[in-house]
């Protein structure tokens, strides 16, 4: 087997805060193979997003990475300068948000934001090949009438059409792996369903590597090949998309499952995981979750449980497997 | 890197000026700032007479034909210092704004954009000029650099830029916290990149807004530092030195202080309106209800 495209090892991602440390993110394992889909799934304040904004080294203070490894295409990125960060940010790792309109500067027409990242990225100077090669990255996104959108503004597009021009931009250095954040919570269903197709055409046909995140398991197992869920900055499962919603180990997995609404079958009320994420502050000893387990027991209480493999690819931290 | 696009900008501005010219306000305003400003051009053909020729034998005489404004206690044309003394305040009024600007723009920026123990540092000093009087620190400049117009506006900017810093700051807070600053940051741009593209641009609205209402201050303080004497000095015409001269005469020959008195208020009350009609028109939610 290859080296993977992205290792993500022990990542421990803190905020000091007045109050206290947040551990956002708190000893993280992550792996993204070449041509891969790799989707993080959790709640609102698991560390999602802190994960995908360590990967690329912009954690906003007070936030730092205070320890683990990032190694993308055989290089430790924490190990980077910051001017080698720059250049590997839009370069061979793009990321795309949630909220594509205000992801767009106000200011600046499509073709201006996309010609900055041409002329940064790819060194091109040349006005018409620059021409080109956005008409190109537009209908590759396809874009209708890239002509005539190109000289659009942000606040003239409509959220399918800013997130194709997001996704467009992303793409415009050839990056290797795309961080998708949340790429279409904003979104309504017949857009979203149309960026997922299109992301998921751009992996099968330029072999590109994407890690989605998202709280919403109809995306992720739409798109993915291989899930993580994340709970309070850990991953407590993860494995292939088959493994973990078919086969869910962790209780939390489990209960994540039960709750989503079933479109056959009659449910008199809808399930609930009881209680709520611990305060980040103050987070649980031993398994995070184990105030909110139903199986919880003893050893939960006091001690972490460690990473159990029930399969190759699928892993699982709960004592239940030990 | 040309990323603004001309022609769109083109259109904005005259879009602007037609929406300024709708208004009451902005149509007063852009008439009387129109008036000031080619007086103050036209100066030299316009005046009637040299404004530095002394006639001594004419000395104090009031309005008629031959001066309309009447004569000053040297026996000057008042019309002729009048007009040329326009340039004076404009110029001032314009300059020491690109003063400020020039100083408290970027201490803005890098304050809002770093925060931090910078941020800090910068905020101390910028109270200190915030809390004094604004002439009182110009005066203090002006003393220390010596009269002449070149080293009043450099004095009066010195003295205003804390405002200008406040604002940028302002805004700069607000706008690193947005999204496409996180995004363009994801696609590799530095700090200069992100402040000089994407920052700044996003600020010129407030910061325009700001400058006009901020130009008739300039000129009153101008107006003050001359007539206290330290500011633009005899011969060279400017309106507050004009009144300060016309003082001491004020019972015999009052025309000296109503005159350029007259043209200093008019020219504050022309650029005040000026002012709020601009900051009416670039403010979204007003503008919206205008078009």
């Given amino acids: 087997m290859s080296q993977p495209l992205l290792l993500v090892e022990d990542l421990k991602t803190y905020f000091y805060l007045p109050e206290g440390v947040l551990r956002a993110v708190d000893g993280l394992n992550l792996i993204v193979n070449r041509n891969e889909i790799v989707g993080i799934i959790g709640e609102s304040g698991s560390g999602k997003t802190v994960t995908a904004l360590s990967i690329l080294r912009i954690v906003p203070p007070p936030g730092r990475i205070v320890d683990g490894k990032i190694v993308f295409d055989?290089?430790?990125?924490?190990?980077?300068?910051?001017?080698?960060?720059?250049?590997?940010?839009?370069?061979?790792?793009s990321m795309i948000f949630q909220d594509p309109i205000s992801s767009l500067d106000p200011l600046y027409r499509v073709k201006d934001q996309l010609s900055e990242v041409i002329r940064m990225h790819r060194g091109l100077t040349d006005e018409s090949e620059i021409k080109e090669e956005i008409i190109r990255l537009l209908s590759m996104v396809k874009i209708p009438d890239p002509d005539r959108l190109m000289n659009a503004y942000p606040h003239e597009?409509?959220?399918?059409?800013?997130?194709?021009?997001?996704?467009?931009?992303?793409?415009?250095s050839n990056p290797l792996l795309l961080i998708a954040d949340e790429p279409t919570s904003n979104l309504d269903v017949t857009i979203q369903a149309q960026i997922l197709e299109l992301l998921r055409e751009l992996h099968e046909r330029r072999g590109l590597s994407i890690l989605m995140i998202s709280h919403n398991f109809g995306v992720?197992?739409?798109?993915?090949?291989?899930?993580?869920?994340?709970?309070?900055?850990?991953?407590?499962?993860?494995?292939?998309?088959?493994?973990?919603?078919?086969?869910?180990?962790?209780?939390?997995?489990?209960?994540?499952?039960?709750?989503?609404?079933?479109?056959?079958?009659?449910?008199?009320?809808?399930?609930?995981?009881?209680?709520?994420?611990?305060?980040?502050?103050?987070?649980?000893?031993?398994?995070?979750?184990?105030?909110?387990?139903?199986?919880?027991?003893?050893?939960?209480?006091?001690?972490?449980?460690p990473r159990c493999k029930l399969n190759r690819d699928h892993v699982v931290s709960c004592h239940l497997y030990t | 890197m040309n990323l603004i696009s001309k022609s769109y900008y083109a259109w904005r501005f005259l879009q602007n000026l037609k929406l300024i010219w709708s208004r009451k306000d902005g149509k007063a305003g852009m008439l009387i700032t129109a008036f000031i400003v080619l007086i103050a051009v036209a100066a030299p053909i316009l005046s009637p007479k040299s404004p530095y020729t002394q006639v001594l034998e004419d000395k104090l005489k009031p309005p008629s034909l031959q001066y309309p404004f009447g004569t000053d206690h040297l026996g000057r044309d008042l019309m002729s210092r009048i007009f040329h003394g326009a340039r004076a305040s404009l110029i001032v009024g314009v300059f020491s704004v690109l003063v400020a600007i020039v100083i408290g723009v970027p201490l803005g920026l890098i304050a809002g954009y770093y925060g931090g123990l910078i941020d800090q540092v910068i905020e101390v000093i910028t109270s200190a000029f915030w809390s004094f009087p604004t002439f009182l620190i110009a005066l203090a400049f002006a003393a220390a650099f010596g009269p002449g117009l070149q080293n009043v506006l450099i004095a009066i900017g010195v003295a205003w830029w804390a405002g200008f810093a406040r604002i940028v700051r302002g805004e700069v807070l607000s706008l690193r916290e947005r999204r496409f600053i996180e995004a363009v940051r994801c696609l590799g741009a530095n700090d200069a990149q992100i402040i000089v593209y994407h920052i700044l641009p996003n600020c010129i609205n407030p910061l325009l807004v700001y400058s006009i209402l901020n130009i008739p201050s300039m000129i009153l303080i101008e107006a003050s530092l001359s007539f206290l004497g330290i500011g633009i000095q005899p011969p060279h015409p400017s309106w507050g030195n004009i009144i300060g001269s016309g003082r001491p005469y004020l019972r015999?020959?009052?025309?000296?202080?109503?005159?350029?008195?007259?043209?200093?208020?008019?020219?504050?009350?022309?650029?005040?309106?000026?002012?709020?009609?601009?900051?009416?028109?670039?403010?979204?939610r007003l503008r919206r209800r205008m078009i």
């Fill in chain 1, 74 to 93: 055989g290089e430790n990125l924490l190990e980077k300068s910051e001017e080698e960060m720059m250049k590997i940010r839009g370069g061979k790792i």
């Fill in chain 1, 157 to 172: 597009l409509s959220g399918g059409m800013a997130q194709r021009v997001m996704i467009a931009i992303a793409l415009a």
């Fill in chain 1, 220 to 305: 992720i197992a739409e798109l993915c090949d291989k899930v993580v869920v994340m709970y309070c900055g850990e991953a407590i499962e993860s494995g292939s998309l088959i493994d973990v919603f078919e086969n869910p180990a962790h209780p939390y997995t489990k209960g994540l499952l039960s709750v989503v609404p079933k479109l056959h079958g009659v449910s008199k009320h809808f399930e609930t995981i009881p209680g709520s994420l611990p305060n980040p502050l103050n987070p649980p000893s031993g398994c995070k979750f184990h105030p909110r387990c139903p199986k919880a027991m003893n050893i939960c209480r006091k001690v972490k449980p």
């Fill in chain 2, 252 to 284: 015999e020959a009052p025309w000296i202080v109503m005159f350029p008195t007259a043209f200093l208020a008019l020219t504050l009350i022309g650029l005040i309106l000026l002012g709020d009609a601009v900051s009416n028109v670039l403010n979204p």
